[in-house]
């Protein structure tokens, strides 16, 4: 396993579920289109999506916390154009990527257990990032799944 999450060399060879593939680019997809909708509009995202009552704060407080969500946004969408390439490019690092992808979710949440998100009702973007880490879960899982060499053979076998 540890092969297939630092593999060497780092190419284009892929053995993992071909779904996988798909979970990793929808994901991607989506946490791109997240961080330029922050990155675009991140005063109407941070109230709406994420319920930060900016509103409720001085304007120097409320600008600070914005600016940091946006520089957030930047580096979660770095991240995912890093996602991009692998999956255009580097097909052996998705595992390696979902578990990126992964880390970077759970190190956010162990974070907000020690300083909470002041919130108001209960936002979609929670559920949405909890539903995008599941899906990085079974992707993760799918991506190490070795598909069978009579699978190949198979493939092989119709092309000829």
């Given amino acids: 396993?540890?092969?297939?999450?630092?593999?060497?060399p780092i190419d284009n060879t892929y053995s993992g579920s071909r779904i996988a593939l798909w979970l990793f680019g929808l994901i991607v997809f989506v946490h791109i289109?997240?961080?330029v909708m922050v990155i675009v509009n991140g005063y109407s995202i941070a109230q709406s999506a994420d319920g930060i009552p900016l509103e409720n704060y001085p304007a120097a407080a409320?600008?600070?916390?914005?600016?940091?969500?946006?520089v957030s946004s930047l580096?979660?969408?770095?991240?995912?154009?890093?996602?991009?390439?692998?999956l255009f490019?580097?097909?052996?690092a998705v595992p390696l990527m979902f578990v990126v992808l992964g880390l970077s979710y759970l190190g956010g949440q162990l974070i907000f257990q020690f300083v909470?998100?002041?919130r108001v009702g209960t936002p979609p973007g929670v559920v949405?990032?909890?539903i995008m880490f599941g899906l990085t879960?079974?992707?993760?899982?799918?991506?190490l799944w070795r598909r069978g060499s009579s699978h190949l053979v198979d493939r092989r076998t119709r092309a000829t």
């Fill in 89 to 92: 490019r580097y097909r052996s």
């Fill in 128 to 130: 949405v990032n909890l």
């Fill in 1 to 8: 396993m540890v092969e297939k999450l630092l593999p060497q």
């Fill in 33 to 35: 289109l997240q961080s």
């Fill in 137 to 143: 879960v079974v992707g993760l899982a799918l991506s």
């Fill in 62 to 70: 409320a600008q600070t916390i914005l600016a940091i969500f946006m």
């Fill in 116 to 118: 909470p998100i002041v």
């Fill in 75 to 86: 580096r979660r969408l770095i991240i995912s154009l890093i996602c991009a390439v692998v």
